[in-house]
């Protein structure tokens, strides 16, 4: 177990080192740089450029350049941003929490919702719920998210004035209620595709239970309908959905940058895509390590769980 | 207020009306329009509510001496003064300097060389230090810092001898005269010298995020990626400010933007403002204040001058007499932009109103280049001496409106005979090494040319400021003309307005004989903010909305 334990951290950690060099080695040979966007300043010269670039250490070799930012950061240095020169970790961890707001909400609704309409529509196969939630989902996942939450805005923000036009909350009132009516519009619009998605999941797989022989016998030794359903089909059915739902959780760091545009909220995605306008190569360096860190360590936990639970499962 | 709410053909805003009577010749500078400090002044002072101005940037530089954006300006006005501003007729008006230097009151000796400024006494910092002339002195000192990532030395490398005489009176001495540099005072923020240049690393100073200044407003809180929150500040010893929080949003999109201008979210459209698209209908939206504001930018069709395609006058002058400008602007650009035969904004003092007016005319154009010897070769595009009328046009490439320009403007080229191949780049290779080191045949791009409300035009038009040719500077056309050069020098050294505007007239008309560029038009950008609040004014001598945001108010 321990062997299997350090050969999975060292794989991991060579895959990092893997990814932080390749990922330095694109972003620095794109084209531009965090100095370009200056470029048509009024009075900016080459001169001044360089000067600049040379005082932020951006005209050393890249190999240096990789040697001194992956050092520091060993040392626990994620380095400073570019733009705003805020430590790294800290610029993360702000966006994180505006991130996990709305990608949390809308992730349990999807999730409570997906699961029942997919339940319900197996169940009362061929139902006029059934084909009228089939039919919505099919329109649901081909809506552009960006169109749906425009429209949302025209209709719930400015012509009916129920809900605010974007923002995680009314600066100044920074209390609960104030940000849960701002979280209703996003969440919703960004759990709509989502809900689509999990109910197809979800209906299929419950077709696929039902089916089957046990709960044929179950049905035999006379328990009743309901519990037949919540005991026996719904159980079987989630154990995909959980790992369905454990391999989505990284891509909540990804953050809806649609959503996150439309409604103004300082997500992670946003984030990603300033930060890569900018050629903030640090916060862009931060971003994915802390990434692949997530991902790499959820997928060994993952592997180790299932280590434990199946003795088919062997390590080493 | 009602005079800034129309549109530009109807009845012309101020500024248009600037524009027009100085196309007329009539004169450029008025006396009809108090000051706007002067209009407030009899008025009572109180700081109350809450606004919110819309950037789709968002800032992220408050060290205002380090690398930054136009929109990072739109927080500095804000918190900082300059020793005196820019106001939108061009004219210097007193900030942290109780009076503006100049060669008549001896501020600045008639050779230059001498200045002496005297400073506002009382004035305190944000964090209740008195602001006193060392912090001038520190400030110039800072900007010319070997180790500090000063964004611009330009003018602050010539001053020599800096010396405090009292704490309201600094003086120094320029080592040449260098006329540019009272607007480039003007675009300096005075920062403190406590918190920023008597620091170990002034590059990593606390104060680079949380700035203190001793403008109009202090500062309350960053949420990176959202918004900015800064406070009135009762001890501004200007006019304003009149509100107590001032917001700035970032909101990344334009359509959400002009969105939640409609829903009310936004009081203020600021930079990159409404679409043009949405012009239209922004005008006709109740409650709120729409209108057209030229900007300093010109749009122009940009030769590479060493090509030898280019290197005949001719062919320039056939080129622009094939360009039908009204029709880009009224087909392309929602009939918005003004068409201009110079670099320089229509509405700057130094403005020459006289230069020949383009007219599409492809006869014309056709006769220049049968007159030149370019004749049709065997594949129908014409040549001369072995050199094919055939270039390539770039610009950045996702720009949907210039990419339409291009193939207009490619079709009139093509029935003269002229190939022109549209080869468009990403805007980090564009405006890279491509653009700076003159890589390109042709380039549509907007430049604006000025330093603030300054004439001087030595880093565009000088024959060694062009980095191709290892100079440094954005003569990117590889422009060389003696006579230019001479003329930008002696430009350089006047310091009486009136004297100095015959020199930029001068330049102007051998510009537009020259043609090293093809004027197309100035740009124009509709603005909007809600209907009750006062002074929103546009500066066409700065580079942001916020430029006077102490005076905002709601009525």
């Not at chain 1, 999975?8 to 060579?14: A, F, P, T, V």
């Not at chain 1, 359903?229 to 391999?247: E, S």
């Not at chain 2, 468009?424 to 405006?431: D, I, R």
């Amino acid at each position: 177990m321990l062997n299997y334990l350090l050969n999975r951290l060292g794989q991991s950690l060579i895959l990092l080192l893997l990814v932080s060099i390749i990922g330095f080695a694109v972003l620095n040979l794109a084209p531009g740089g965090p100095l370009s966007q200056f470029a048509l300043t009024p009075g900016m010269t080459r001169e001044a450029m360089d000067r600049i670039a040379h005082q932020m250490g951006l005209d050393r070799p890249l190999p240096i350049q990789y040697l001194d930012w992956i050092w520091r950061l060993l040392q626990g240095d994620w380095g400073k941003s570019y733009r705003d020169q805020q430590p790294v970790l800290q610029i993360i961890s702000g966006h994180l929490f505006a991130t996990l707001l709305l990608m949390g909400t809308s992730m349990v609704i999807s999730i409570l919702l997906g699961t029942w309409i997919g339940i319900r529509g197996a169940t009362k196969r061929y139902s006029l719920f059934d084909y009228t939630t089939s039919v919505a989902a099919m329109v649901a996942l081909s809506i552009p998210t960006f169109w749906f939450g425009m429209i949302a805005i025209y209709v719930f923000a400015l012509r009916l004035k129920w809900l605010p036009a974007g923002s995680m909350y009314t600066i100044g009132n920074e209390s609960f209620s104030d940000y849960a009516i701002h979280l209703v519009m996003p969440s919703l619009v960004l759990a709509l595709v989502d809900i689509a998605v999990w109910s197809r999941y979800m209906r299929s797989a419950t077709l696929e239970v039902i089916n089957q022989d046990f709960i044929r016998t179950a049905r035999a030794k006379g328990l009743s309908e309901g519990k037949v359903l919540m005991k026996h089909v719904v159980r079987n059915a989630l154990i995909p959905m959980i790992t369905l739902a454990g391999l989505q959780l990284p891509t909540i760091l990804g953050g809806a940058l649609v959503t996150e545009t439309v409604f103004t909220w300082p997500g992670m995605g946003r984030l990603f895509l300033d930060s890569l306008g900018y050629h903030d190569y640090p916060v862009v360096m931060g971003l994915l390590m802390f990434s692949a860190i997530l991902v790499l360590a959820g997928s060994l936990i993952a592997d180790l769980f299932v280590a434990i639970a199946d003795p088919r499962v062997r390590l080493g | 207020m009602s005079d800034e709410q129309h549109t530009i053909l109807t009845r012309p805003t101020r500024r248009q009306a600037l524009g027009l009577m100085a196309l007329g010749g009539s004169g450029i500078m008025f006396s009809g329009l108090p000051g706007i400090s002067q209009a407030l002044a009899a008025s009572g002072k109180t700081i109350s509510g809450q606004l919110t101005v819309g950037f789709s940037q968002e800032p992220t530089v408050f060290n205002p001496h380090m690398p930054h954006i136009e929109v990072d300006d739109g927080v500095h006005f804000a918190l900082y003064d300059s020793l005196f501003s820019v106001d939108p007729e061009g004219k210097f008006v007193p900030g942290l300097a109780s009076q503006v230097p100049t060669v008549e009151n001896g501020g600045i000796s008639a050779d230059g060389l001498q200045w002496k400024i005297k400073l506002r006494d009382g004035v305190k910092w944000h964090d209740g230090k008195p602001f006193t002339a060392e912090d001038v002195k520190a400030t110039l000192e800072l900007l010319v810092d070997a180790n500090f990532r000063s964004w611009r030395k330009t003018g602050h490398d010539l001053v020599r001898d800096l010396t405090v005489v009292s704490p309201t009176e600094i003086t120094w001495r320029m080592e040449k005269p260098f006329a540019p540099y009272p607007s480039i005072l003007a675009s300096t923020f005075i920062t403190p010298k406590h918190l920023l240049s008597a620091t170990a690393d002034p590059n990593n100073a606390p104060f680079n995020n949380a700035p203190i200044g001793t403008g109009p407003f202090k500062w309350v809180e960053r949420v990176a990626g959202d918004h900015i929150l800064l406070a009135g500040n009762p001890d501004y010893y200007g006019d304003g400010p009149y509100i107590d929080k001032l917001i700035y949003k970032y909101v990344p999109d334009l359509n959400v933007m002009y969105t939640q201008f409609k829903t009310g979210d936004i009081d203020v459209v600021g930079l990159q403002w409404i679409t043009p698209d949405h012009y239209d209908e922004a005008k006709a939206l109740e409650g709120k204040v729409v209108n057209v504001v030229p900007g300093s930018t010109v749009e122009s069709f940009t030769f590479n001058m060493e090509r030898p395609q280019f290197k005949d006058p001719a062919v320039r002058e056939a080129l622009y007499a094939a360009i039908d400008k009204q029709s880009i602007i009224d087909a392309l650009y929602y009939g918005l932009p003004a068409p201009t035969e110079s670099y320089m904004p229509q509405q700057s003092f130094y403005f020459n109103p006289n230069l020949p007016k383009h007219a599409y005319d492809m006869a014309k154009a056709k006769a220049l280049l049968d007159q030149a010897g370019w004749k049709p070769g065997a594949d129908g595009i014409l040549a001369k001496d072995g050199t094919r009328l055939a270039f390539t046009c770039s610009t950045t490439a996702g720009n949907h409106i210039r990419e339409q320009v291009q193939q207009y403007i490619q079709q009139s080229f093509k029935e003269l005979g002229v190939e022109m191949t549209i080869s468009n780049l990403p805007p980090a290779v564009m405006w890279g090494d491509y653009w700076m080191l003159s890589k390109f045949d042709t380039v549509i791009v907007g430049l604006d040319f000025l330093t603030g409300s300054d004439p001087d035009t030595s880093d565009y038009f000088r024959s060694t400021s062009s980095g191709a040719k290892g100079g440094s500077g954005q003569n990117n056309w590889q422009y060389a003309n003696p006579e230019v050069d001479a003329l930008l020098t002696k430009g350089g050294e006047i310091f009486v307005p009136e004297e100095r505007k015959a020199v930029y007239l001068k330049i102007q008309d051998i510009m537009r004989k020259d043609l090293p560029f093809l004027p197309l038009f100035q740009y124009a950008t509709v603005r909007g903010h809600k209907q009750g609040i006062d002074n929103v004014l546009a500066n066409v001598n700065v580079r942001i909305d916020t430029w006077n945001v102490a005076t905002w108010r709601r009525a």
